[in-house]
């Protein structure tokens, strides 16, 4: 549950959103309410479990299971981290196409056009 909540939420949300903060945040209470609920869901199934094919024994600390939801906690971040670069590099891409359509420079300081200064040249 908690992978496909990263999967479906992580990089849209870094997409979309335009403060990091605020996608990351949103990120994390989306996975740390699916992580709850799984934990529950695991932990109750381990409980009524009478054959032992369960998740986890019930004697025994699932390390393995909170380094592998670390894992996935931090590969969201990563996801987060990919949408804002994408989105970024998305509106670059734009605004460098149409500063070459309308002849101006995108990081022009002194508001001159390219065509106004061959001009005036």
């Not at 992580?10 to 990091?20: I, N, T, V, Y």
């Not at 009524?48 to 299971?65: I, M, T």
């Not at 909170?66 to 734009?94: E, M, Y």
Request: charged share 15%; net charge positive.
């Amino acid at each position: 549950m908690i992978a496909v909540i990263t999967v479906l939420c992580a990089f849209p949300l870094g997409f979309f959103l335009r403060s990091r903060i605020a996608a990351n945040t949103a990120y994390a209470i989306a996975y740390l309410w699916a992580f709850v609920y799984q934990t529950l869901y695991l932990t109750l199934d381990a409980m009524n479990d009478v054959d032992g094919g369960g998740a986890f024994k019930r004697q025994e600390f699932p390390l393995s299971y909170g380094i592998v939801t670390l894992g996935i906690f931090a590969a969201g971040f990563g996801l987060v981290a990919l949408g804002h670069w994408t989105r970024d590099r998305r509106v670059r891409r734009q605004e460098s196409a149409r500063s070459s359509l309308t002849g101006t420079s995108a990081s022009a300081a002194s508001g001159k056009t390219a065509a106004s200064a061959n001009v005036a040249g």
